[in-house]
């Protein structure tokens, strides 16, 4: 397999624009997780998702962020409007299970840059 | 809430030696504990993961320890090397919904 894919790896917008970050689970893997890392606060889980299903969104900042998975290949982070402070690395993982065995897969993750 | 503490922030080691990296969280009650590296620019690549029930894993030249009673884990790591170089996370699940707790990671540099 050939791992988590995200698209694109780097994004620079304008504030005020709108951004689709996209990822593509691994094959066979129930979960899909949404991070964001930035200098100031590290890794943050944003929302996760079991069988194309958000469980858990408290994560999430503000309602200019959402987050869908139409399947179970396919899901997508958006921000609209965009603002500088939303400058971060966003990594998608996935994993086939949660719970004690099983561990996460990360992908390359997209750096966005909001001027 | 669970808190995940990692020092030192940087470490800076000769080649050659073994080193120790410490993660500490505040909530025992976790279902695993994983040990992440990332090269800079790169995403996360899982090194060792360890369940609730176990003590320690190991493969090659790491070793990671649990103890959940101290709120401690530790990765150890054998004959340093520059290719080593990484920040190292340390991340746990744990709770009702299993999501990962990161650390800030430690940032290690084996000068050759």
């Known amino acids: 397999d050939a791992g988590v894919i995200q698209s694109p790896r780097h994004e620079v917008t304008e504030m005020g624009q709108e951004v689709t970050l996209r990822c593509k689970p691994i094959?066979?893997?129930?979960?899909l997780f949404w991070y964001r890392q930035t200098m100031m606060r590290g890794l943050e889980l944003l929302i996760y998702?079991?069988?194309?299903?958000?469980?858990?969104d408290s994560g999430m900042p503000e309602d200019r962020f959402s987050a869908k998975m139409p399947n179970a290949s396919f899901s997508t982070l958006k921000i609209q409007p965009s603002e500088p402070r939303d400058s971060a690395v966003y990594f998608c993982?996935?994993?086939?299970?949660?719970?004690?065995?099983?561990?996460?897969?990360f992908g390359p993750g997209t750096r966005l840059t909001v001027t | 809430k669970q808190e995940v503490t990692q020092i030192p922030a940087a470490l800076s080691v000769p080649e050659g030696e073994n080193l120790v990296l410490n993660c500490s969280f505040t909530?025992?009650?976790?279902?695993?504990l994983q040990w992440f590296r990332q090269d800079p620019g790169k995403g996360l690549t899982s090194l060792l993961l360890?369940?609730?029930?176990?003590r320690e894993q190991t493969s090659g030249r790491l070793n990671a320890s649990l103890d959940k009673s101290s709120g401690r884990s530790t990765l150890y790591i054998a004959a340093s090397q520059p290719g080593d170089s990484a920040t190292y996370l340390c991340a746990l699940s744990g709770g009702s919904n299993y999501k990962l707790t990161f650390g800030k990671g430690t940032l290690l540099t084996v000068n050759p």
């Open positions: 360890i369940q609730s029930s176990q």
């Open positions: 998702f079991n069988n194309n299903v958000p469980i858990d």
């Open positions: 993982a996935s994993s086939p299970q949660t719970g004690m065995g099983y561990e996460q897969y």
């Open positions: 094959s066979g893997h129930d979960y």
């Open positions: 909530d025992s009650a976790i279902y695993n």
